[in-house]
């Protein structure tokens, strides 16, 4: 793998990657959620910057990104929360645009705050869930007593480091189910906008687009060329079922499991019939039933045919998807699979074919890992999304224990998936 092709890859699944968390990020925000981070990439930092409240971050590995919303970090630190109680000295900082809304707390040690422009605060009450608000004397001093608001974006300073609190109201666990389940759905919803605008970029861009036709290109020692089609017939009908584009076609066929097809096609505007039995072959680890029959190649510049090609490239390529993950479903096999070594492999292979052949697989890769991330595997959206619907029809969420025992299986699986599924690239 060269240089260019590792530039590549980075390229092909940062945009894959941004444009999913992308969609997490926008509908969050639309919702008021609190987002925290924003991230591209897994592993350490290597840029980050923030801005209106939300940080955004590229990391160093290249294979995934993830955005934090409010709902989950204030859990993990619920022991340091509970020591913001009356009675506590901390150090408090203010916002710079509302002198009176406090944006930091540090609840460490007295002698670890080095914070010289914050002003210490004896807490006499404090709520920061709800009402946001908190008052107590200020240096020590027992005659000020004073109020503040707590800012939405709070970050307190704790021993392992910063934790932003935010109010209940805008964390992703307190707001509407349905909301819930249009963020969850929203980062795959983006990967299949993704591969739509990539195909309709193509369709623009090339000089001519393949047009979705029935006329059939005879394989040599298959059965279709046996019984004497040629070159250029134009399949009519599959058993008396009229036929109108390629894929209906091959769905048709397909129906037949090995028995014989009854074709109608056309040759020099004459209509003749033909009655031909599949052959039984095996591609790829899988038994499959061909003719032996491609398509014709027809191509257009026409605009239609531009917009056709986008679309059917689109549908095609998400069916195929589908049908995989079933047969992937009732025949489990790794080689079926591929990670990340396969997608860089696959990816070299698209740059020495040329750019539009890397913009195909970016838009197919896009609409695969839109497709796979809607399995209801837990920490996948998928996995999310059938929590949202069990929490619907029970009325209430899972127990915080359950959740996590849950979100621990799906990632220990998803772990040990990559694992073999990356030995087995290797092997390969």
Request: zero cysteines; proline letters at 4%; a positive charge.
């Amino acid at each position: 793998m060269n240089f260019l092709s590792i530039i590549a890859f980075i390229i092909v699944f940062g945009l894959i990657v941004t444009f999913h968390e992308f969609g997490h990020f926008l509908l969050a925000k639309k919702f008021g959620v609190i987002v925290h981070e924003f991230s591209i990439g897994m592993g350490p930092k290597i840029f980050s910057v923030t801005k209106s409240n939300t940080k955004y971050v590229i990391r160093l590995l290249p294979v995934g990104g993830y955005v934090a919303m409010a709902g989950a970090e204030e859990n993990q630190y619920l022991d340091y929360l509970n020591e913001l109680r009356p009675g506590r000295t901390v150090t408090i900082g203010f916002s710079s645009s509302e002198p009176k809304l406090i944006n930091y707390i540090d609840i460490r040690k007295i002698e670890d705050q080095v914070d010289q422009d914050g002003q210490l605060l004896l807490i006499k009450s404090i709520d920061y869930e709800n009402s946001r608000s908190v008052s107590g004397f200020l240096n020590s001093d027992q005659e000020d007593y004073k109020s503040f608001k707590l800012s939405d974006y709070l970050t307190i300073n704790t021993d392992q480091g910063e934790i932003a609190v935010a109010p209940k109201s805008r964390q992703l666990p307190n707001i509407a189910l349905w909301k819930q389940a249009i963020i969850n759905f929203a980062g795959p919803f983006m990967n299949f906008v993704l591969a739509l605008i990539l195909f309709v970029f193509l369709a623009i861009t090339l000089n001519k687009v393949p047009v979705s036709t029935t006329k059939i290109e005879p394989i040599p020692n298959y059965p279709a060329i046996k019984q004497g089609l040629r070159r250029g017939d134009r399949i009519v009908s599959v058993d008396s079922v009229r036929i109108h584009n390629w894929n209906q076609m091959v769905r048709e066929i397909s129906k037949t499991n090995g028995q014989s097809v009854d074709l109608t096609y056309e040759r020099n505007d004459k209509l003749s019939r033909i009655s031909i039995k599949p052959r039984l072959v095996t591609q790829a680890g899988q038994k499959r039933y061909l003719l032996g029959i491609e398509q014709y190649s027809v191509t257009s510049g026409s605009l239609k045919a531009r917009f056709s090609y986008a679309f059917s490239s689109f549908f095609d390529g998400s069916t195929a998807i589908w049908r995989a993950l079933g047969n992937l479903i009732l025949h489990p096999s790794l080689n079926q699979l591929g990670g990340p070594v396969m997608i860089a492999k696959t990816t070299n292979q698209a740059v020495n074919n040329g750019f539009f052949s890397l913009v195909s697989l970016t838009a197919l890769l896009s609409l695969n890992i839109g497709i796979f991330n809607l399995i209801p595997i837990p920490v996948l959206d998928g996995g999310k999304l059938l929590l949202n619907l069990i929490e619907a029809i029970r009325g209430k969420p899972l127990k915080d224990r359950t959740n996590q025992t849950v979100l621990l299986i799906g990632v220990v699986f998803m772990i040990l998936l990559m694992i073999a599924v990356t030995i087995n690239d290797l092997l390969r």
